[in-house]
């Protein structure tokens, strides 16, 4: 089993019940991506998100207990930026909910992304304005900023997989030219 200590994790606290807090973490199209297809609040439900071109992939709801844990396993996976596309396939991502200072705290973990992984840094930093920024948004105010639909404006933190891209695609796009 890998080491706890490596897999991305990140907590923070709202001011709402963990029962509330539950609710919106399974209302993925309410603080992810309006993208997003299929069932999300039932265990063994599977949904699919994807992000233009840049990210999609398929997860199953392996747990749900009301107001105090949400659990996803990642069935496939993919990345326009990265050359190792198994990197999220089998990680699990959960979420633990506990009582504190009268609201929850709310316990991230993506077990499985490590950081030596290529996508970790631009992972770990997505999954910082997911859950920092719309999640907590959507549990304290009831309206979170998940990407919208195709058409719409990218939230902040997809810069820096369109950074990493960019600096990609000088060698992608010369043996594409000439080779």
């Known amino acids: 089993m890998q080491d706890q200590k490596q897999n991305f994790a990140t907590t923070f606290s709202v ?17 992810w991506s309006q993208e997003v297809e299929g069932v999300t609040d039932q265990v063994g439900g599977e949904f699919h998100y994807r992000y233009k071109d840049v990210h999609r992939c398929t997860i199953r709801v392996t747990e749900l207990v009301p107001g105090r844990k949400v659990a996803w396993l990642v069935l496939d996976n993919f990345f326009n930026f990265i050359d190792d596309q198994t990197e999220w396939k089998g990680t699990e991502i959960v979420f633990e909910l506990s009582e504190r200072d009268g609201g929850a705290e709310v316990r991230f973990t993506h077990v499985g992304l490590v950081p030596q992984y290529e996508c970790f840094d631009v992972c770990s930093n997505a999954w910082g304005g997911y859950l920092g920024g719309s999640l907590r948004s959507l ?14 404006n990218a939230p902040d933190h997809q810069n820096a997989a369109t950074a990493l891209r960019a600096r990609r695609s000088p060698q992608d796009t010369s043996l594409a030219d000439g080779e």
Not at 15 to 31: M, S
Not at 140 to 149: A, D, F, Q, W
Request: glycine letters at 12%.
């Open 15 to 31: 001011d709402r019940t963990p029962q509330e807090a539950f609710e919106a973490i399974t209302d993925v199209r309410g603080w």
């Open 139 to 152: 549990i304290n105010t009831g309206e979170g900023r998940p990407n919208p639909k195709e058409d719409g």
